[in-house]
């Protein structure tokens, strides 16, 4: 490391925190930003877990201790950890801003009273700074932690935050791609082909789940690797895949329009696809779905699932390749005359901790670095390390990517008929106009 002034050479101790679902490249960005501030004389700790002990802190009663709540890095620990599996200090789920839906939700102090043990904590143990590796919850946990900071009084002691950004989905503003995205989807697309070629052998249909719960980033990604034969992503409900309903808000008691997926649309329009492929003399194939799509279902589709530590409904749960596969069987036996084998498929989980791909090595160990770079070369606080272009960095303040009235980050959804839109309507099966089977004719027979 250069031996020149920095703005921020009075951060002295680093502490690393990853929260949320793991993300192939995770060692990458913990390594590269461990590395950075170890070869440049500072310290650096790991905590164990996300935020679940961070936000249990206590000065008495719950002290956090080295190798029990968190880890001191030393050289030998980050060794050949590039490119390793999982994600050396764990993870977990834990929100220590929940309940903190506005900016007057800061001054209250029982709402608060976690991201005050979060901060305590990092005081008690004299961390200067803070890295947050996360998704689009953990990067509002770090931006509460900071305008919690901004409320202490004048004197306090200060501590950095800067954010590092993982999901497999790919929904982040701020940056094109995220760590581990490009590694799930390779993953998961030779999932598909393997169940393509399964589809070939036995004349039969996958309907598969993929994960990306807020866009369809990953599905479609999945798609197009995979050369699945269709995919709808959340941004696909529209036009004749919504339907409007009227419900109740939970929060106000008040009746609402909310546009809904359109199931039996869907369904039918995977019947048409199955019709069009036979009459090309394909009886097989590969369908793909984002897991957000549950969430466009009727409440009471999902009412009684499970949610975690930040409301989200727990989507595996409820199975909707299956529940969709289900569907389509009994519509085509109704339209065909004729049964068919649909298997719904769930995929995500096996991705998360994939060995990496080379590119996600790459861009995780830039934005490893990239902490190191904004936080002693530039001294930034409230800022999201991001690259363009060849991995260039850049850095985003918090204020362009969090609503300041909700608090709550912006997600970056697949635009309508953007290219990469397009290049998965290209490459997956156009349908043609359907000849229906009615009783008393043979299905072949023209109508």
Not at 185 to 209: C, F, G, P, Q
Not at 297 to 319: F, M, Q, V, Y
Not at 406 to 414: L, S
Request: with cysteine; proline share 5%.
């Amino acid at each position: 490391m250069s031996s020149k002034q920095n703005k921020g050479d009075h951060i002295r101790r680093v502490a690393i925190v990853f929260a949320g679902g793991p993300a192939p490249a995770a060692n990458a960005v913990i390594s590269a930003a461990a590395t950075s501030f170890i070869e440049d004389g500072r310290e650096v700790i790991g905590f164990f877990h996300g935020y679940s002990n961070l936000q249990e802190y206590h000065p008495v009663s719950r002290r956090l201790l080295p190798d029990e709540h968190y880890r001191v890095f030393e050289e030998r620990d980050l060794r050949g950890l590039r490119n390793s599996r999982g994600i050396i200090i764990g993870t977990a789920r834990a929100n220590p801003g929940k309940g903190i839906e506005s900016p007057k939700d800061l001054d209250d102090p029982k709402k608060t009273e976690r991201l005050r043990a979060v901060y305590s904590a990092l005081v008690d143990l004299q961390v200067d700074a803070l890295i947050s590796i996360g998704g689009d919850d953990t990067l509002k946990t770090a931006n509460f932690l900071r305008e919690y900071q901004n409320r202490l009084p004048e004197g306090s002691p200060r501590v950095q935050v800067i954010h590092l950004p993982k999901t497999i989905d790919n929904d982040y503003s701020g940056i094109d791609f995220t760590f581990g995205f490009f590694t799930a989807v390779d993953v998961m697309a030779k999932e598909i082909e393997n169940l393509r070629a399964d589809a070939i052998a036995t004349s039969a249909y996958y309907v598969v789940e993929t994960m990306g719960r807020k866009a369809g980033w990953l599905s479609y990604g999945v798609a197009i690797a995979g050369e699945a034969n269709f995919v709808v992503g959340v941004e696909d409900v529209k036009g004749e895949l919504a339907e409007e309903h009227e419900e109740v808000d939970p929060q106000t008691g008040k009746k609402k329009k909310v546009m809904r997926l359109a199931v039996d649309t869907l369904v039918d329009k995977i019947v048409d696809l199955m019709l069009t492929r036979e009459r090309r003399g394909k009886h097989y194939g590969t369908v793909v779905l984002a897991e957000g799509l549950s969430e466009l279902l009727p409440p009471s589709a999902t009412e009684s699932l499970p949610r975690d530590e930040h409301g989200h409904i727990s989507l595996g749960k409820l199975d909707l390749g299956k529940h969709i596969a289900e569907l389509v069987g009994k519509r085509y036996e109704e339209r065909t005359g004729r049964r068919k084998k649909l298997t719904g498929i769930q995929l995500g989980y096996e991705s998360r901790c994939a060995a990496p791909h080379a590119f996600d090595v790459m861009l995780g160990s830039q934005l490893g670095i990239g902490a190191y770079r904004g936080l002693v070369e530039e001294n930034l606080d409230g800022n999201m390390v991001s690259v363009s272009g060849q991995l260039d960095l850049q850095y985003v303040p918090f204020t362009n990517l969090i609503n300041p009235e909700t608090m709550k980050t912006e997600v970056r959804f697949i635009e309508p008929q953007s290219d990469f839109h397009k290049l998965a309507r290209f490459l997956e099966t156009r349908v043609d106009e359907i000849v229906e089977w009615t009783p008393g004719r043979r299905p072949e027979e023209p109508r």
